[in-house]
């Protein structure tokens, strides 16, 4: 039921803030027959087999199938913790656990962004920081970026209560380097710094390298991407163990188990099995620059990805009319109807046979 079909007669009976609300609008996930989903950054590939492996190995624990699941998980995932420290090279104590990392993002936001000052932010971002900044009830001051769509240092010398920015950005998947990260850092030594690197094993640079330089340094990534697990929810986030103290705090005050057995099990499993994991993050990176010189040839500008989506506009035909017409033959790809950003499309990368059909289609309309 939507929001607009409820009555205010029934409204009365919720809290007065959510009736302002403005919710995250995920992208759709229609059930079409052939479809072809480009417009939501999951991975065309399959997870690591071994996670299947491990879930199954879970479930036939304690002879009844299933029956493992009776138990609650281990509250601290300790088990998914060691695993993702010792491939990041970070220690344990740095290391967060969540709900997929957007539930590790509103915790962020809780643990360090309830200030008096006003938080900073890309005003071409991930669309959640608006929505927790609303919930949250923080002020907050979107910093323009460059006219190259790069993300621009000096717009975060300002006071303020908090950064956060995406890196690679999304929904552009520009990538900004890490020299200029510290830049950022060193002039904010009393703000937290976020960075939301859900993109980065595309061909980007971890800011993981900076946290033991730096006590105001948050990294926040996700398995739903190069990881190809949206769907078992994990995300993290690594820090100095002071933030992370907080982080836990918050976690604690909410949900004492967001990590369910299965999840646990199956993280491990994905962060133990690293060779997997580079050659499906390399084909990723193959099919993209594949994808960039295909839409060029077309005559489409792309901008420089370092995600598993590209961002890309032509100039002679209307975003929206592009992405109206790949629906007609059953491909979605993300249009976001924003200022400075209506005429470009977001394509999600995916495997060489589906971005065939994606050109060829292109190829017809353009
Ligand atoms: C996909 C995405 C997330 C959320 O990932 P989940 O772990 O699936 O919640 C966070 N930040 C950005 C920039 C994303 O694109």
């Given at each position: 039921m939507t929001t607009e079909h409820i009555s205010s007669h029934l409204q009365r009976?919720?809290?007065?803030e959510v009736r302002t609300l403005e919710p995250y609008v995920p992208g759709e996930q229609p059930k079409i027959d052939n479809l072809l989903k480009?417009?939501?950054?999951?991975?065309p590939f399959p997870p690591s087999p071994k996670v299947a492996e491990a879930i199954i190995k879970v479930l036939n624990?304690?002879?009844?199938?299933?029956?493992?699941?009776?138990l609650y998980p281990d509250p601290d995932a300790s088990a998914l913790k060691q695993a993702i420290a010792a491939q990041q090279q970070?220690?344990?104590?740095?290391v967060f656990v969540g709900n997929g990392s957007d539930e590790v993002l509103a915790h962020i936001f809780k643990a360090?962004?309830?200030?008096?000052k006003p938080i900073l932010y890309p005003d071409?971002?991930?669309?959640f920081y608006p929505v927790y900044s609303q919930f949250f009830n923080l002020k907050v001051i979107q910093v323009p970026l460059a006219d190259?769509?790069?993300?621009?240092?000096?717009?975060?010398?300002?006071?303020?209560g908090g950064i956060i920015f995406a890196n690679?950005?999304?929904?552009?998947?520009v990538f900004l380097p890490l020299d200029k990260i510290e830049v950022i850092l060193q002039q904010n030594p009393d703000s937290v710094v976020v960075v939301d690197?859900?993109?980065?094993?595309?061909g980007g640079q971890s800011a993981t390298s900076l946290i033991s330089k730096y006590d105001n340094l948050v990294v926040c990534q996700t398995t739903s991407k190069s990881r190809a697990l949206a769907g078992l929810r994990i995300g993290m986030a690594f820090a100095q163990p002071h933030l992370i103290a907080a982080l836990e705090r918050v976690k604690n005050s909410f949900n004492?188990?967001?990590?369910?057995r299965l999840a646990i099990a199956g993280g491990v499993a994905s962060f133990e099995d690293q060779a997997y994991f580079e050659q499906t993050c390399q084909q990723t990176i193959d099919n993209r620059e594949q994808l960039v010189a295909q839409l060029t040839e077309l005559g489409f500008e792309v901008l420089p990805s370092k995600a598993n989506f590209i961002f890309t506009q032509h100039p002679q035909y209307a975003a929206m009319e592009i992405a109206a017409k790949l629906r007609e033959v059953g491909i979605i790809v993300r249009h976001f109807n924003k200022?400075?950003?209506?005429n470009f499309l977001r394509i999600t990368i995916g495997t060489t046979a589906q971005q065939n059909r994606l050109v060829a289609r292109l190829g017809e309309i353009c």
């Open positions: 009976l919720w809290s007065p480009l417009n939501t950054n999951e991975s624990e304690h002879a009844e199938p299933g029956n493992s699941l009776r970070l220690s344990v104590e740095q360090f962004f309830i200030q008096d071409i971002s991930y669309s190259d769509f790069s993300l621009d240092v000096t717009g975060y010398q300002q006071p303020n690679p950005n999304a929904p552009t998947g690197e859900a993109y980065v094993d595309f004492s188990y967001p990590m369910d200022p400075k950003i209506h």
